[in-house]
């Protein structure tokens, strides 16, 4: 079957860094993505990792392990404005570029 | 670049009648257009795939007679819900990919209310 699972909530202070884990299981597994969505609104892409290794962005940083299934977004120098739900989402080729969602992680930044 | 738009933003229909919901690729053109559902508090959840030109393919779960999918051009699909139901009531959110390319780009999504 196919899983990709997140924390429900994470809560953090405003400054510090905060890491978002999201495990699956599929078949045919292309490529991972991240988005930020805030309530309400449609969510917008963070990154993009298909290669085992770290891709960083500015305050943002996204890891992925194939093997193990694996990935994490790291968010550095947090703001209250990151406070949204962050969603990780697989990317298979093979079911015409579909991607399936992960459940979403709730951050709230606080002071 | 690669914005998408939704029309309208917010409905609320009564129960019984048919909704239509536009989405527009406005500064490239997108072979394929995806048509997500999200419940409060719930992740997207994929509804169903549509190609321009052919039929749209649909999710396990998603009845096709109810939820209509036509892509007619490059840069716009419609969903309309048919006979709609409270229970129907949901934020939709459609998104874009241009030829070639792995990105979905999302619209701002549409709140259906129906009473």
């Known amino acids: 079957g196919q899983n990709i699972d997140q924390p429900t909530e994470m809560t953090a202070t405003e400054g510090a860094i905060v890491q978002i884990n999201c495990t699956y299981q599929t078949s045919g597994f292309n490529g991972l993505f991240w988005y930020q969505q805030h309530a309400g609104e449609a969510p917008t892409f963070l990154s993009y990792?298909?290669?085992?290794g770290l891709e960083e962005k500015g305050r943002f940083s996204s890891f992925l392990s194939r093997s193990k299934g694996y990935s994490y977004l790291l968010l550095k120098e947090l703001q209250m404005k990151d406070s949204a739900s962050y969603l990780c989402?697989?990317?298979?080729?093979?079911?015409?570029?579909?991607?399936?969602f992960g459940t979403g992680t709730q951050l709230k930044v606080e002071l | 670049g690669a914005v998408v738009s939704q029309h309208p933003s917010r409905v609320i229909c009564k129960s019984g009648t048919s909704v239509k919901i536009e989405c527009r690729s406005l500064d490239f053109q997108a072979t394929t257009m995806f048509w997500y559902r999200q419940f409060p508090k719930q992740s997207l959840m994929l509804m169903a795939t549509?190609?321009?030109?052919?039929?749209?393919?649909?999710e396990q779960g998603v009845e096709k007679d109810k939820f209509l999918i036509n892509h007619a051009s490059l840069t716009l699909s419609t969903l309309t819900v048919t006979s709609a139901h409270p229970e129907d009531s949901s934020f939709y959110i459609c998104s874009a990919s241009m030829t070639g390319a792995y990105e979905q780009y999302f619209g701002p999504g549409t709140r259906l209310t129906v009473t």
């Open positions: 549509s190609n321009e030109g052919s039929k749209a393919t649909y």
């Open positions: 990792n298909v290669l085992d």
């Open positions: 989402a697989w990317f298979h080729t093979g079911g015409g570029n579909k991607l399936t």
